[in-house]
């Protein structure tokens, strides 16, 4: 499984972005999906996960901000940040776990935060 992550980018407190992540491979092994983020010198966190009936769960520091969705159609699960403070400010990592307990990672898209 290949994870292909993009949408971050330069963002004023208050506003918007939606990342996306594209799966392809060996996408019907698929079970889990995530995003995770992280800033220099601190351990990667978990900012949302979906499973593949479509529950979400969100860290609290994100929750009623952010919505994690996927497309299994597509393949892909997009993450809607909305009102961005600051601290959300970090390279967003996209995850995928397949029924073997097979983690993927995507490479980083940067998240920056400021006015």
């Known amino acids: 499984v290949q994870l292909q992550a993009s949408g971050g980018g330069l963002v004023q407190p208050g506003g918007s972005l939606r990342l996306s992540c594209a799966a392809s491979?060996?996408?019907?092994?698929?079970?889990?999906m995530a995003w995770y983020r992280q800033v220099p010198g601190k351990q990667r966190d978990l900012v949302a996960s979906?499973?593949?009936?479509?529950?979400?769960t969100y860290a609290v520091s994100v929750k009623g901000r952010f919505t994690i969705s996927r497309d299994n159609a597509k393949n892909a699960v997009y993450l809607q940040m909305n009102n961005l403070k600051p601290e959300d400010t970090a390279v967003f990592y996209c995850?995928?776990?397949?029924?073997?307990?097979?983690?993927?990672w995507g490479q980083g898209t940067q998240v920056t935060v400021s006015s």
């Open positions: 995850f995928a776990v397949d029924w073997r307990r097979t983690f993927y």
């Open positions: 491979g060996s996408v019907g092994s698929i079970d889990g």
């Open positions: 979906i499973t593949s009936d479509d529950m979400p």
